[in-house]
């Protein structure tokens, strides 16, 4: 059963790198950067409006969206989770440090669809809510969205180094177990000592996080998969892939790249050696055929199965 839902998962995601070859110019460039600009901007306007009237403008409200409010469903993405300034300013170092990392290793394009599919799912799940129950459930920041981008670093390079509060330096792994416990702790907060209605809405905000973890899954969840399989289960699919007729797929794949005046192309970005001479280009012997990488995708990408 999880090997059909990871053959899924690894299909959907050629789609959409397929998607993205056929439209390079798809895409918000550094679209972290403009989150983290648009959140301190909502930020600073916030510290004057005791009120809070201008934030409570911008969050998710189901109620108000479905009578004309559009602009909700775009604008909860810029407020700022935690009013604390020093863990703001972390935080939004951290967003646009894995964010930008994201985009370079995946390309503007995939990136785009990853964080506004993550933007669409939550507020689709808020209205679902809102319409089964009757009680509406606010998304007041995309924190959890942005949270699941530091499962997505993990899963591409759980290895990586990086300094928490520029100080103690942690794995990305373990970084992102401790988000999951965040995650884990935030969903038993919110339960535990409800009862009625009063638990109907708990319930309502508790799911918001597995929103996030669901986007995540989409898009990370063949190599997460690939990884906590055992590894005699993945010896044997590499061997399937390898017993693929190599030489027929690189006999096809050099003649159409001979007729379309270029030697080596990514599979994943689309560049050539022809418009990028001095970027370097390796093929990968875990995909089914013959399909060649740059330098900054060989490894990370999703693997052709057929």
Same mark, same amino acid.
């Given at each position: 059963?999880?090997?059909?839902?990871?053959?899924?998962?690894?299909?959907?995601?050629?789609?959409?790198?397929?998607?993205?070859?056929?439209?390079?110019?798809?895409?918000?460039?550094?679209?972290?950067?403009?989150?983290?600009?648009?959140?301190?901007?909502? %930020?600073?306007?916030?510290?004057?409006?005791?009120?809070?009237?201008?934030? *409570?403008?911008?969050?998710? @409200?189901?109620?108000?969206?479905?009578?004309?409010?559009?602009?909700?469903?775009?604008?909860? #993405?810029?407020?700022? !989770? *935690?009013?604390?300034?020093?863990?703001?300013?972390?935080?939004? %170092?951290?967003?646009?440090?894995?964010?930008?990392?994201?985009?370079?290793?995946?390309?503007?394009? &995939?990136?785009?669809? !990853?964080?506004?599919?993550?933007?669409?799912?939550?507020?689709?799940?808020?209205?679902? !809510?809102?319409?089964?129950?009757?009680?509406?459930?606010?998304?007041?920041?995309?924190?959890?969205? *942005?949270?699941?981008?530091?499962?997505?670093?993990?899963?591409?390079?759980?290895?990586?180094?990086?300094?928490?509060?520029?100080?103690?330096?942690?794995?990305? &792994?373990?970084?992102?177990?401790?988000?999951?416990?965040?995650?884990?702790?935030?969903?038993?907060?919110?339960?535990?000592?409800?009862?009625?209605?009063?638990?109907?809405?708990?319930?309502?905000?508790?799911?918001?996080?597995?929103?996030? #973890?669901? *986007?995540?899954?989409?898009?990370?969840?063949?190599?997460?998969?690939?990884?906590?399989?055992?590894?005699?289960?993945?010896?044997?699919?590499?061997?399937?892939?390898?017993?693929?007729?190599?030489?027929?797929?690189? &006999?096809?794949?050099?003649?159409?790249?001979?007729?379309?005046?270029?030697?080596? &192309?990514?599979?994943?970005?689309?560049?050539?050696?022809?418009?990028?001479? @001095?970027?370097?280009?390796?093929?990968?012997?875990?995909?089914?055929?013959?399909?060649?990488?740059?330098?900054?995708?060989?490894?990370?990408?999703?693997?052709?199965?057929?």
């Amino acid at each position: 059963m999880i090997g059909r839902e990871v053959i899924q998962l690894r299909f959907l995601n050629v789609k959409i790198d397929s998607f993205c070859r056929k439209h390079p110019r798809f895409g918000i460039p550094r679209l972290m950067l403009c989150v983290v600009i648009g959140t301190l901007a909502v %930020y600073l306007v916030a510290m004057m409006d005791r009120t809070q009237t201008f934030v *409570n403008l911008l969050t998710f @409200d189901p109620w108000n969206f479905c009578r004309g409010q559009v602009w909700r469903l775009v604008t909860y #993405v810029f407020v700022p !989770y *935690n009013g604390n300034v020093l863990m703001m300013a972390i935080s939004l %170092y951290f967003y646009y440090f894995i964010g930008s990392s994201l985009e370079r290793a995946w390309g503007t394009g &995939k990136f785009t669809i !990853y964080y506004l599919t993550g933007v669409v799912l939550t507020a689709l799940y808020a209205l679902v !809510y809102y319409w089964i129950t009757g009680i509406p459930v606010p998304v007041s920041s995309a924190y959890y969205l *942005n949270m699941s981008l530091f499962f997505a670093f993990a899963t591409l390079w759980p290895d990586q180094m990086v300094l928490l509060f520029f100080i103690i330096p942690v794995k990305m &792994k373990w970084l992102a177990w401790a988000d999951v416990a965040l995650f884990a702790v935030d969903f038993i907060r919110l339960l535990v000592g409800t009862r009625g209605i009063v638990f109907t809405m708990a319930l309502g905000f508790a799911l918001i996080p597995m929103v996030a #973890v669901v *986007n995540y899954l989409l898009f990370c969840g063949s190599w997460l998969f690939d990884i906590v399989r055992p590894s005699r289960v993945r010896q044997r699919s590499h061997q399937r892939a390898r017993t693929i007729q190599f030489k027929q797929a690189a &006999k096809k794949a050099e003649a159409q790249q001979r007729q379309q005046g270029y030697t080596r &192309k990514c599979a994943v970005c689309g560049r050539t050696d022809r418009d990028y001479p @001095d970027l370097e280009f390796r093929y990968c012997s875990r995909c089914a055929g013959f399909h060649c990488f740059c330098i900054d995708h060989i490894n990370n990408h999703v693997h052709f199965t057929e």
